[in-house]
């Protein structure tokens, strides 16, 4: 076995042992796995250096400035009210019956800017509102709108990890947005098929800071009163500062190649840092013109204060990248790959997965992911796209007690008895992780790169599994579920 190979599994095994077992962080778990691959490639000290640093200021170059503008419109909207305005808004355009849909929406579109716990934080009050006025279980309202969160927090730019991600593969951010977009919505729409089953197990409606579990108490419960909306910015300031700056990146990156001034002017406002950054004045100056300059400032210099380690995290996949990239080792390993006939998209896929239950933070674990797999994309022929887009559904995948949006989503929805923890939400991010697994394995095979008939049939399987496995050990009947 050549030397870079093993170079790649010491680094890869070093690198999990010591986050998993000891005090070392993520960042420098990943610069002296770095190290490990270079040295065993028998790349030259100085050379190797040079790689980590070049590798680590190029993919900070072209992403940081997304990363930090994206934080700053997410710190406009929890401190404005646009997500509870959004989410009334779904609510009336979907319908009455369908609010489960409406947080559904509301949540793959408010966690393109915001972290889904921030955001689930916001809307849980809504949650419990919307459960209270109609008597839906809260259960079915909240995880609905917390696997909304989680999917557009893990697929969709400027959110940090997919915009990471873009950057460690060299992916177009317009083009990654728009297949974000594609795959995160029927995600979510698929997944409900769940979740509605797992609504109705645990019928769960509040009543103060106890719990009704039948509908017939309900029914004598007093209703909630309207909220007052005047305080709620307007429509058009609450989804502008997300869709007007997705609207542009998506013009330009559909738009022909041509020397006019109209194409330099798109080329110019549809650049992702210039159009989010339009997004964040729009949010700054349309969102947060009644709060007060001296709160708002904090509120921002608070927000930018959480984006250190995922930028320094960003960089540091971007330097095992560049190592890997110049100690020769993607051709070994993706003929290794190809010999053992795994699915190459596959990798990514389980990569990030394993991460995931391991260490339990999404975004870490799809920038290793994205820096794991890139010497294999030219090398393979695969579609980077589909690569990083595998690397943002794995994480997806079976939240649990390592995470902290699990113990955010069964707190707040009353839910103590681990067993039920895990139905209600890691169940829950599984089912969704499968399906999201299969589009991507279906859209490779149609619009990708060395896909084959046989790369959706893993993902398929595993739902199908799931599934059986759900009918068996829970039968449709209704769970009691103590206050």
């Known amino acids: 076995m050549d030397g870079a ?62 990363i930090a503008f994206g934080v700053i419109m997410g710190a406009c909207f929890e401190r404005s009210g646009a997500a509870v305005r959004m989410a009334k808004t779904f609510v009336k355009l979907c319908g009455k019956g369908r609010e489960d849909l409406a947080l559904g929406f509301t949540g793959v579109l408010v966690a393109i800017p915001v972290f889904c716990d921030s955001a689930y934080i916001i809307l849980h009050s809504l949650v419990r509102a919307i459960s209270r006025d109609t008597g839906k279980s809260a259960v079915g309202l909240g995880v609905t709108l917390a696997l909304g969160l989680l999917i557009t927090h893990a697929l969709v730019p400027p959110t940090p990890g997919p915009v990471a991600v873009a950057g460690i593969l060299g992916v177009d951010l317009g083009e990654y947005m728009m297949w974000g977009i594609i795959v995160s919505i029927p995600m979510m729409l698929l997944s409900m098929i769940y979740i509605r089953r797992v609504g109705k197990d645990y019928y769960r409606v509040p009543n103060g800071e106890a719990w009704i579990t039948n509908s017939a108490d309900w029914a004598n419960l007093e209703k909630v009163k309207e909220t007052d909306e005047k305080e709620l910015p307007s429509n058009f300031l609450s989804f502008g500062p997300i869709l007007i700056p997705i609207a542009l990146i998506l013009i330009d990156t559909l738009f022909g190649d041509d ?200 993902p398929i399987a595993v739902l199908a599994l799931i599934m059986v496995w759900i009918k068996a050990k829970y039968p449709a009947t209704q769970v009691p579920v103590t206050a």
Request: proline content about 4%.
């Open 5 to 66: 190979l093993i170079g790649i599994i010491v680094g890869i095994v070093t690198m999990m042992l010591m986050i998993i077992k000891t005090r070392i962080p993520v960042t420098l778990a990943m610069i002296i796995a770095s190290l490990i691959m270079g040295l065993f490639a028998g790349m030259a000290p100085t050379d190797l250096v040079n790689a980590i640093k070049a590798g680590f200021g190029g993919v900070l170059g072209g992403i940081g400035l997304i």
């Open 259 to 458: 020397e006019s001034f109209l194409h330099l002017t798109i080329q110019l406002i549809g650049n992702p840092v210039v159009a989010v950054g339009l997004g964040v004045l729009m949010a700054l100056y349309g969102l947060t013109r009644h709060i007060e300059r001296k709160d708002m400032v904090g509120s921002m210099d608070d927000a930018l204060s959480t984006t250190g380690l995922i930028l320094i995290v960003t960089g540091c996949g971007g330097a095992m990248g560049a190592v890997l990239k110049a100690s020769g080792a993607g051709p070994q390993v993706a003929e290794a790959i190809a010999s053992s006939g795994i699915p190459p998209l596959l990798v990514p896929l389980a990569i990030a997965s394993m991460l995931r239950l391991i260490q339990g933070s999404a975004t870490a674990s799809m920038m290793v992911a994205a820096t794991m797999t890139l010497p294999l994309v030219e090398t393979l022929g695969l579609d980077p796209v589909f690569v990083a887009l595998a690397c943002a559904v794995g994480p997806v995948g079976f939240s649990h007690l390592n995470d902290s949006y699990f113990h955010i989503i069964n707190r707040t929805l009353g839910i103590t008895e681990l067993a039920d923890q895990l139905r209600i939400w890691s169940v829950s991010s599984t089912v969704a992780w499968a399906i999201g697994a299969s589009i991507i394995m279906v859209l490779n095979l149609i619009f990708g790169q060395g896909g084959t008939w046989l790369d959706p049939i893993v």
